[in-house]
């Protein structure tokens, strides 16, 4: 067992001020990822830094119409705010279609954008793995590769990023708010806020050392129909191979974001422009620079198939 020291803050500025001091520092909150990465050894803190004390467990309308969701809040408790199932309801699905009722009790908004990939050489401590330790490696490349990814992938890394949240969120053009270690506040669209693998994948975030999330800013509702598609293996409590959100206006016009195919939610804004032509007109440029490999090739036309019907379902 690997020892650690554990403190509860009792403002950000504490909370910030103890990550800068101690090195390999972690802010935890529900836990629900990290705590498992850490039996397994594959997150090893030396001190952990409890956040569930701070003021970002509220959901509140910002001046413009939209909501500013705490870093805090539980995914169950977002997915069943009244106003994010009448102005963002492809939150609330993308949102259900993960975990399972237990866990969404205890994650929270800024943890689920934060959790880290499913891979499973990632989470096997006697395989070499880029993002565990630079440099080492990357055994999915050549090993078992149907969930693996098929856009934006690199040399040193091919996994996806596993959270539902974080494609729903891509689509509704939120912005993640922190507080960084100097004391400032920084805004980052979610757009910029995952980083692609390239040769260095176990940076997943722009975030620097001890920057804290403290709430993800959604803009004013845009209205339309928004439709949430999950393809995975079994019904529940699995990890998705193909996922959309969409959101789809009376003319045909909208926005989709992928998920199960990259290191981050995948969206192509250029390609929206072909949605009133259909599914087959869009995915050319959506999918444009794909590099699958045999295992997961069937992914191409997974999405292009998804997209069809949730198209089909959006036109009624």
Same mark, same amino acid.
């Given at each position: 067992?690997?020892?650690?020291?554990?403190?509860?803050?009792?403002?950000?500025?504490?909370?910030?001020?103890?990550?800068?001091? /101690?090195?390999?520092?972690?802010?935890?909150?529900?836990?629900?990822?990290? =705590?498992?990465?850490?039996?397994?050894?594959?997150?090893?803190?030396?001190?952990?830094?409890?956040?569930?004390?701070?003021?970002?467990? &509220?959901?509140?309308?910002?001046?413009?119409? @939209?909501?500013?969701?705490?870093?805090?809040?539980?995914?169950?408790? =977002?997915?069943? %705010?009244?106003? $994010?199932?009448?102005?963002?309801?492809?939150?609330?699905?993308?949102? /259900? *279609?993960? *975990?399972?009722?237990? =866990?969404?009790?205890?994650?929270?908004?800024?943890?689920?954008?934060?959790?880290?990939?499913?891979?499973?050489?990632?989470?096997? &401590?006697?395989?070499?793995?880029?993002?565990?330790?630079?440099?080492?490696?990357? !055994?999915?490349?050549?090993?078992?590769?149907?969930?693996?990814?098929?856009? @934006?992938?690199?040399?040193?890394?091919?996994?996806?990023?596993?959270? %539902?949240?974080? $494609?729903?969120?891509?689509?509704?053009?939120?912005?993640?708010?922190?507080?960084?270690?100097?004391?400032?506040?920084?805004?980052?669209?979610?757009?910029?806020?995952?980083?692609?693998? %390239?040769?260095?994948?176990?940076?997943?975030?722009?975030?620097?050392?001890?920057?804290?999330?403290?709430?993800?800013?959604?803009?004013?509702?845009? @209205?339309?129909?928004?439709?949430?598609?999950?393809?995975?293996?079994?019904? !529940?409590?699995?990890?998705?191979?193909?996922?959309?959100?969409?959101?789809?206006?009376? %003319?045909?016009?909208?926005?989709?974001?992928?998920?199960?195919?990259?290191?981050?939610?995948?969206? $192509?804004?250029?390609?929206?422009?072909?949605?009133?032509?259909?599914?087959?007109?869009?995915?050319?440029? +959506? +999918?444009?620079?794909?590099?699958?490999?045999?295992?997961?090739?069937?992914?191409?036309?997974? /999405?292009?198939?998804? +997209?069809?019907?949730? =198209?089909?379902?959006?036109? @009624?």
């Amino acid at each position: 067992m690997r020892s650690f020291t554990y403190e509860r803050a009792a403002s950000p500025a504490e909370a910030i001020a103890a990550a800068a001091r /101690v090195q390999g520092a972690k802010f935890i909150a529900g836990g629900t990822n990290l =705590l498992d990465l850490m039996k397994l050894e594959i997150e090893t803190p030396t001190h952990l830094i409890d956040v569930n004390g701070l003021a970002f467990d &509220t959901i509140e309308a910002t001046p413009d119409g @939209g909501l500013r969701i705490g870093a805090l809040v539980r995914n169950t408790d =977002l997915a069943a %705010d009244e106003r $994010v199932r009448r102005d963002y309801p492809l939150l609330t699905r993308a949102l /259900v *279609a993960g *975990a399972s009722a237990q =866990l969404r009790n205890k994650a929270t908004t800024a943890g689920n954008l934060l959790q880290r990939t499913r891979c499973p050489y990632f989470y096997d &401590t006697g395989q070499p793995c880029n993002k565990r330790r630079p440099g080492s490696g990357c !055994s999915a490349i050549g090993g078992f590769t149907r969930n693996h990814a098929i856009l @934006g992938a690199s040399e040193a890394c091919i996994a996806t990023h596993p959270s %539902d949240m974080a $494609v729903a969120m891509r689509a509704l053009d939120a912005t993640v708010e922190t507080l960084r270690p100097n004391g400032t506040a920084r805004s980052i669209p979610i757009a910029e806020f995952y980083r692609l693998p %390239d040769d260095a994948p176990d940076k997943e975030t722009v975030l620097a050392p001890g920057e804290l999330i403290s709430a993800v800013t959604l803009p004013k509702p845009i @209205g339309g129909r928004q439709i949430y598609r999950k393809v995975r293996d079994r019904a !529940s409590y699995a990890f998705a191979l193909v996922s959309i959100g969409a959101i789809v206006q009376k %003319d045909g016009s909208g926005r989709i974001a992928v998920g199960g195919v990259a290191h981050k939610p995948w969206r $192509v804004e250029a390609a929206e422009a072909a949605l009133p032509r259909g599914a087959m007109a869009v995915t050319p440029q +959506l +999918l444009a620079g794909a590099n699958p490999t045999p295992q997961n090739a069937f992914k191409l036309r997974l /999405v292009e198939r998804t +997209l069809g019907a949730i =198209l089909s379902e959006a036109r @009624g």
